[in-house]
């Protein structure tokens, strides 16, 4: 078992930054890739980052491309999601998630624990 904590979300205006961190506990971290992805209210969550368990490997959503870094510290069993050129686009409940030796997937049925999500609301 997998627990996943976000946190670092609020409220930012347009054109602002935000970083987001999920720590993990109960397994070894660096076994499992992990994703961020998205959920704004009336839609479906969404994919937007993730990064392979060996941290090599990382992908991104189209609509975050060079806006947002994933990244992650496995000394700290953290990984991170670095938000910046902000738009209200980006108002969305945000999530984490983890995959047992996942090479960093889009897909959300790949990953097998889930964080409670974090409120980020961008003002225009």
């Known amino acids: 078992q997998v627990q996943l904590v976000e946190s670092g979300g609020g409220l930012v205006q347009a054109g602002g930054s935000l970083r987001l961190s999920c720590a993990a506990s109960?397994?070894?971290?660096?076994?499992?890739?992990m994703g961020w992805f998205r959920q704004a209210p009336g839609k479906e969550r969404e994919f937007v980052a993730t990064?392979?368990?060996?941290?090599?490997?990382?992908y991104y959503a189209d609509s975050v491309k060079g806006r947002f870094t994933i990244s992650r510290d496995n000394a700290k069993n953290t990984v991170y999601l670095q938000m910046s050129s902000l738009n209200p686009e980006d108002t969305a409940n945000y999530y984490c998630?983890?995959?047992?030796w996942g090479s960093g997937s889009r897909m959300l049925n790949a990953y097998d624990y889930w964080g409670q999500g974090t409120q980020v609301t961008v003002s225009s």
């Open positions: 998630a983890a995959d047992l």
């Open positions: 109960g397994r070894t971290f660096s076994n499992y890739a």
């Open positions: 990064i392979s368990y060996t941290g090599r490997l990382t």
